[in-house]
């Protein structure tokens, strides 16, 4: 599968108001059409079809008729096992132009008086019973308890964590659309309130409006497109565990497996990545990405992190278009980590682009630390 | 069914698959596990097979009813508040004797006395319908404080 498949064309939107104006199907029918253009092919091209809730819905309004679909929901590692999935359907031959697409406007939902309650949970799912009884608040507890027992068993402390949303917000400094540019500091971090302790407000992700499409086609058919192919050179989903009681361990993520396994598809390691795009629903998580991606040893990424070495011109670039903790966050982050990798590898991301990056990690996480999906990025000089 | 969700105010557990055996002994303040009788080891939450082995022979059996904190957080803002106003309230992972693992309440402390391996011991919250919710409470040598 390594190098078989390319991504050809990415959109996203997100404004620092963080609000947009075309919502639903509208918006994501535009982020396609956006994403096909910056690909330089149409809609009749498209055989394959990604989206969250209803692959089949989405190729309706198209009016097209895909021999691919997939409607897989991990949460918000959702678009990495999307294109997973497209990458080894285009391998296999199943199809040759997927585009896979998101759109979730919460922020002028709520403002607009279009709240959308929050969908009925399924009486029969166990979370009903044995978790919140309890009073439990998601997303933010179980990552502030993975946090609680990172801290203990390590000695990871607030303000390491705090580094990761200041450097986080360095980067977002240089996106002019991003929800938040001014810088922070650790002090800035540690002031603001404890939503669930020991996670301060600014330890966790915005809630904004966003969408975004990415467009991935065959090697062969990516060579003659508009734009320089950006190849998927490894990918890897997995999970182990749905509702936070039933993680093994609260300080060790299924990334761990997606992370190696990615790596071995594509014969390259963490040494080899010039850009990590590590999903940021909460500094935690970045922080458990570095560890389980073996970019550090487990437990030190605390000391990793120290100095902004995730922050520009720091040793690991992270999360150079702000992130989900300053760029913005709608709900399932995952298309942005897409969207920045590939923009990087092209050299198209204007003031706070890389030197030459050649490979990238877009590594999405879903639900409670629930479903990691890795994919690894390079530049035709990586295939 | 498992129960219903009404943000906003205490949510009582259904009776899940398998679980009747666990809620049934909660009416007399009594903590039991499910084991697997192929595995001789127990699971949990309950449900009608073994995690483990899928095996259907299930054993239930009282639990010590002590265990230690593996995690935790202290919830500042709450969305489903099992205290009614009582915010902030911890919010656990409780590691029980038996090496399972329930998420639970620590109570009957103040929040910043919580820690990771604090001993804690079960107690009981009256539900509606004359069961209980399991809890937890800090231990001081060995005796419920």
New interface residues.
Partial sequence: MRARAAIVGVADDASPTGELERSGRDLEVAMVAAALEDAGLTRDDVDGVCHTSSSMRLAEALGIHPTFTDSTNTGGSSFEVHAEHAAAAIAAGLCEVVVGVYASTPRSDRRAGRTRRRPERDPDDPIVEWELPYGLRLPMAPYAMAASRHMATFGTTSEQLAEIAVSTRRWASMNPRARYRDPITVDDVLASPYECEPLHRLDCCLVTDGAGAFVMTSAERARDLAKPPVYVLGAATCHDHSMISQMPDLTTTPGRVSGSRAFAMAGLGPADVDLLMGYDSFTITALLHLEDLGFCAKGEGGPFVEGGRTAPGGSLPMNTNGGGLSYTHPGMYGMFLIVEAVRQLRGACGERQLPEPQVAVAHGSGMVLSCMSTLVLGTQATV | ?????T?GS???????QG?EPFWEATRTRTLVLPWCTACDQPF??P?PFCPRCLGRTIQWQPAAGTGVV??????????????AGGE??V???VELAEGV?????VVGCP?GQV???LPVAVCWEPLSDGRH?P?FTPVVAGVPS
């Fill in positions: 069914m498992n129960g219903a969700v943000p205490r949510l009582e557990p259904g009776v899940g679980a949990f939450y449900r593996y995690a935790f957080t202290v919830e500042h803002r709450a969305e489903v508040d099992p205290f902030p309230f919010v656990a992972l693992r329930m998420l639970s309440n929040p820690r990771v391996d919710l809890q």
